[in-house]
């Protein structure tokens, strides 16, 4: 397994403004991921980042909206950009086990509580 | 695409009892399915997994889930239920079938479990 943290835990930001969301594992990962859980909703991916290559971003997110960096293979951040009361959310990273493709189970941080006003 | 189903918002269970979470899935090809639970203010945690061989998956806490090719289900189950396993659960999918694939979450299923 890994250990995964997140920060901040939480954040209650205003309209307009930007917050970016660290996450950092325990151990070196290939593949790391970026959720979103609306309240009440299941979890929606909204990119894949593998270190040393561009993030690839699911149907409905944008980069300029959901930047995200994977400087190395323990880090990545994600920002939330020019933010609106529809972003609050929890925002979740996940990694993979080293296994290229073929990996199995996902490990998921404890999520960033964001509420927008 | 691949696609998960969990049928009830709510399940209510009496400590002691036995307890069903259901799951459905549809993908194309050979499917990869999990079970994570969320407590309260806390990220997933990964409960089990099947990715072959025996249907009957054992996995933390006592759960376990049963996984039926025929009725493409994959339903979470403990023989005793507790208190404490009051929690948001989630039924996940990897389609192997299409190669790299993401995972796919069903849209959770509360239970509740009353002393």
């Known amino acids: 397994s890994a250990v995964i943290s997140q920060k901040p835990s939480r954040d209650i930001c205003q309209r307009g403004t930007s917050l970016t969301i660290q996450c950092q594992v325990d151990s070196q990962v290939t593949m790391m991921f970026w959720y979103r859980q609306q309240p009440g909703q299941s979890l929606t991916l909204i990119a894949t980042a593998n270190q040393g290559s561009e993030a690839t971003y699911e149907s409905g997110f944008v980069i300029d909206k959901f930047p995200i960096s994977r400087p190395n293979l323990t880090f990545s951040t994600l920002t939330v950009s020019n933010m609106s009361p529809e972003d609050s959310s929890i925002y979740l990273c996940?990694?993979?086990?080293?296994?290229?493709?073929?990996?199995?189970?996902?490990?998921f941080g404890p999520g960033t509580r964001l509420t927008v006003l | 695409a691949q696609s998960v189903a969990q049928p009830e918002d709510q399940v209510n269970v009496a400590e002691g009892n036995p307890l069903t979470v259901k799951c459905t899935y549809s993908?194309?090809?050979?499917?990869?399915l999990f079970w994570y639970v969320q407590y309260p203010n806390r990220g997933l945690q990964f409960l089990l997994k099947?990715?072959?061989?025996?249907?009957l998956v054992k996995g933390s806490y006592g759960f376990e889930a049963e996984f039926n090719k025929s009725q493409t289900s994959f339903h979470l189950k403990k023989p005793s239920a507790l208190v404490s396993d009051s929690a948001l659960y989630f039924c996940?999918?990897?389609?192997?079938?299409?190669?790299?694939?993401?995972?796919?979450f069903g849209k959770g299923t509360m239970l509740l479990v009353s002393p």
């Open positions: 993908v194309s090809g050979n499917p990869y």
């Open positions: 996940a999918v990897r389609d192997l079938g299409s190669g790299y694939s993401t995972l796919t």
């Open positions: 099947y990715i072959t061989g025996d249907n």
């Open positions: 996940s990694v993979a086990p080293n296994m290229g493709t073929n990996y199995n189970e996902q490990f």
